[in-house]
């Protein structure tokens, strides 16, 4: 058996390419991993390879065999032209939107974005002279009536964070393609098997591969895959900064790749069993869940994504702030923390209305965000129906 290449695994299917792709056994020994490459220095055997900088690898901010085998992994995966790796989602966020803009541009963003992306937005772009405009994740095509001659990106996150809209993605990167607009898409909650990004119009789309990638709750990545024209910038911008993910946290997500559609289809059928439990209790108002029909944007996710993870809301009826402290405290298998994406099920209330701009949040009581993991789901679905009996005592 020799290595299989990029060209060797361009027919097969996606299952079968994460388990060959960013891997190369002759060049290790034979062993089937690519280790943990630690370093900074790269040595040139001589001074004619040194000045040329004849080498695959010439500085370690540059890339190592680690990183490059992630890297090429998840471009094929993505169907992209090219992938960099960030110390996490977030860093992965800001390199996108640095990639894509300059001082006196414009920018659109979901009122449904990652929190932590808008703070980006409304401060360090802020100062640097780039404005930016939210937009209702419901918008679809009549974003074209935001678009002004200086809007440089438009960034899309679907389904939305927390509440789940959404998005009509090729409506709107066709839109953005027209007017030479980069369309970003944070891509984290589906990944690239339930939606390939460039196929959908993502020029540039950002996965927090701390999520779901790494699958464990052990580790921060980002990754920013692109397409051909965007790229060469992508690659030039994060050059420039040098904002390198660390060696065992990349190592650490060649592991998780391999196991990637497993666990991401054993999310799907949890959490799907799950929503389908809570929205038959009456403490329960509306699932937020893309692959429900109470979920604003359910058409276009029937349209666009091939699957559903782990990852959804429900709102609840009024109850006190006591009856809800009742429920959560008390749980015995459900962590209450942020992140997502691991093995284990968590649980967090939310409440969009401290942030959105754009939209109206009013949820009739407290929301509830569910990462189901992969537990046994009747043992999941017993300590939550003990949860809700304590909070009808607490009432
Ligand atoms: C968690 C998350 C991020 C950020 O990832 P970190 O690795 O925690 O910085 C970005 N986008 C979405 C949708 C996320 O859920």
């Known amino acids: ?41 790269v040595l040139f055997p001589t001074l004619e390879d040194l000045s040329g900088r004849k080498a695959r690898f010439s500085y370690a901010t540059q890339g190592t065999p680690t990183t490059a085998a992630l890297e090429s992994a998840w471009t094929e995966l993505s169907g992209a032209a090219g992938t960099v790796l960030a110390p996490s989602g977030l860093a992965a966020i800001t390199l996108a939107l640095l990639t894509a803009v300059k001082s006196g541009d414009h920018i659109l963003v979901t009122d449904a974005v990652y929190r932590p992306s808008r703070i980006f937005c409304d401060t360090v772009l802020t100062r640097m002279g780039v404005e930016t405009s939210y937009y209702d994740p419901a918008i679809g095509a009549s974003i074209d009536s935001m678009i002004r001659p200086n809007t440089s990106v438009i960034f899309v996150e679907t389904p939305g964070s927390q509440s789940f809209e959404v998005q009509d993605v090729p409506a709107i990167a066709a839109l953005a393609r027209a007017k030479g607009i980069c369309t970003i898409l ?24 701390t999520k779901y990638l790494g699958g464990h709750s052990d580790l921060l990545i980002g990754l920013v895959s ?30 998780g790749l391999r196991t990637l ?11 799907l069993d799950l929503a389908r439990w809570l929205a038959a209790r009456k403490e329960v108002v509306q699932v937020l869940h893309p692959a429900f029909p ?11 994504f091939l699957g559903s993870s782990g990852l959804f809301s429900i ?45 109206a949040w009013n949820p009739p009581g407290p929301a509830l965000r569910f990462s189901v993991g992969l537990e046994d789901i009747e043992d999941l679905k017993a300590d939550l129906d003990a949860g809700f009996e304590r909070m009808r005592t607490a009432a």
């Open 1 to 41: 058996m020799t290595d299989t290449t990029p060209q060797d695994r361009l027919h097969l299917k996606n299952r079968t390419k994460l388990v060959h792709a960013g891997r190369r056994p002759s060049e290790q020994h034979g062993f089937v991993n690519t280790p943990v490459y630690r370093g900074s220095t």
């Open 186 to 209: 944070d891509n984290t909650w589906a990944t690239p098997l339930f939606f390939p990004p460039h196929a959908r119009g993502a020029d540039m789309a950002v996965e927090a591969g």
């Open 226 to 255: 692109a397409n051909p024209e965007w790229f060469p910038r992508l690659r030039a911008t994060f050059d420039a900064f040098a904002m390198c993910a660390g060696p065992e946290d990349v190592f650490l997500s060649l592991r």
């Open 261 to 271: 559609d497993l666990r991401l289809r054993e999310a799907q059928r949890q959490a």
């Open 294 to 304: 109470s979920c604003p944007g359910h058409s276009f996710w029937k349209r666009d």
């Open 315 to 359: 709102l609840l009826s009024p109850c006190s702030a006591a009856a809800l402290a009742a429920m959560l405290d008390g749980l015995k298998l459900f962590g209450m923390g942020y992140s997502w994406g691991g093995f284990e099920s968590l649980v967090i209330p939310f409440d969009c209305r401290t942030y959105r701009s754009a939209t």
